[in-house]
């Protein structure tokens, strides 16, 4: 890539690619820079935003991420990966209401999606929605039985709701 990049140093392809080549090797900043250079070039190349946003997220910067997913989606709100991811960023800040309506624009687009269910159903666990969470928890759980964490956090729910029978149960 770097070779590429001498040949061409405006490519916002090669540029995203050694950014997500870096990423995939842990060495998250310099990603950042790669992908940065690519914004640089062309401010609105949706993979370079999602991209970067991914690799914010990475260091624990949810705050600076956001915007990344949220210019993403500005774009194209048809994309899934950037509703979730920036549901996860929320989720790590605490912001479970917002989480909860990025998870809901992903399931809105991929109805099948384990992890949005589940991840719905935690972010409502941590608003104390409990009943709301059990029902997250069980699509979660109708679409791939062998999710075990997702009936732990069921029978949380169920527990926080005094029903221990169906707690145990599950």
């Known amino acids: 890539l770097d070779r590429a990049l001498e040949l061409d140093p405006q490519s916002v392809q090669a540029w995203n690619n050694k950014g997500s080549s870096l990423y995939g090797l842990g060495r998250i900043e310099e990603a950042i820079v790669c992908y940065d250079q690519a914004l640089q070039y062309r401010p609105n190349n949706i993979g370079s935003l999602v991209n970067k946003g991914n690799s914010l997220n990475s260091l624990g910067r949810y705050v600076e991420a956001i915007p990344y997913f949220d210019k993403a989606l ?53 608003l104390g929605r409990h009943a709301e969470a059990i029902r997250y928890f069980s ?32």
Not at 144 to 170: F, H, W
């Open 74 to 126: 500005a774009i194209d709100p048809g994309l899934r990966d950037a509703w979730y991811d920036k549901g996860l960023s929320f989720m790590k800040l605490g912001r479970h209401d917002e989480a909860c309506a990025c998870f809901d624009q992903v399931l809105e687009l991929d109805p099948m999606d384990i992890s949005a269910w589940f991840l719905k159903g935690n972010s409502l666990y941590s």
């Open 139 to 170: 699509k979660a759980h109708g679409l791939d039985p062998r999710q075990g964490i997702v009936l732990y956090y069921k029978a949380l729910c169920e527990e926080a709701m005094g029903q221990t029978q169906n707690a145990i149960a599950s």
